[in-house]
């Protein structure tokens, strides 16, 4: 893993929800290696646990791993509550957490529309909440919530998913304004289609099908999105809040 570009993050402590694999864990390693303490969180504490461990041997860093129930606002609270008492109060908090429950609408189950919404936008809400009141004493914050091209542009049999990242969008807008005069800035990263396990499962023939439409011609890695979380949790980006940016290798255009 090529890595040569580095944000001073010392002091630091990050949170990064849905850490334990993919995208998650890659800006994890990121922060970590630019001296943050992070903390990464996943539904079970084990495999938290076991992944903070690999990402700390990998980079030499301090980071746990905790187990969250991202769409439950108690859980959450718990979690930010943790990490605050054992690493310090939370300044940088990447909103990564979501799943996928795929179908057209007219089959669209209520419970798949609920869980998307709850793990995807619900998530991002409670932890912004739950984190918001350290920041604001530190005078000092980076909101960083992962949505998604279809969050811009939409995608048949995604009904709830592009709902979940658009509002993804508005909310980050709003938080934005919000904090603005507290030296707290709030940005959107928007990936297009990254190798993960989410596209693992695409078939070949959608996957031309994308790749015909990407003016770069490949899909994404996860380091092309943390190379982006890693500038906007720095002080480099200190002038930037409110921003959507599109890591789709020019799909969105």
């Keep these: ?141 980076r909101i960083i919530n992962v949505s998604s091209i279809i969050g811009l542009r939409g995608q048949a049999g995604q009904a709830n998913y592009a709902a979940s990242k658009a509002g993804l969008i508005g909310f980050t807008k709003s938080l934005a304004q919000e904090f603005g005069s507290r030296n707290i800035t709030a940005n959107v990263v928007a990936p297009g289609y990254i190798e993960t396990d989410m596209t693992a499962v695409l078939s070949e023939e959608h996957r031309s099908g994308i790749l015909s439409q990407v003016p770069l011609g490949r899909l994404g890695s996860c380091e092309d999105i943390a190379h982006v979380v890693r500038f906007l949790a720095g002080e480099g980006s200190g002038y930037m809040t409110g921003a959507v940016l599109q890591v789709d290798g020019g799909l969105g255009m």
């Excluded at 850490?19 to 079970?44: H, K, P």
């Excluded at 980079?59 to 008492?85: F, N, T």
């Excluded at 310090?88 to 089959?107: E, F, H, K, W």
Aim: charged share 20%; with cysteine.
């Design 1 to 141: 893993m090529s890595d040569t570009h580095t944000t001073d993050l010392t002091g630091k402590v990050a949170l990064v929800t849905g850490g334990t694999r993919g995208i998650g864990r890659t800006c994890a390693l990121f922060l970590a290696r630019d001296g943050a303490r992070v903390a990464i969180c996943g539904r079970n504490p084990n495999t938290a646990r076991e992944a903070a461990e690999g990402i700390a041997a990998e980079c030499g860093g301090d980071v746990r791993g905790y187990g969250c129930e991202i769409s439950e606002p108690g859980s959450v609270a718990g979690l930010v509550k943790q990490v605050a008492a054992e690493l310090g109060p939370i300044g940088i908090l990447v909103n990564n957490a979501g799943i996928t429950r795929d179908g057209l609408l007219m089959r669209m189950k209520d419970d798949d529309w609920n869980a998307v919404l709850h793990a995807n936008l619900f998530g991002a809400f409670y932890a912004c909440r739950a984190v918001a009141r350290d920041m604001v004493k530190q005078r000092w914050g």
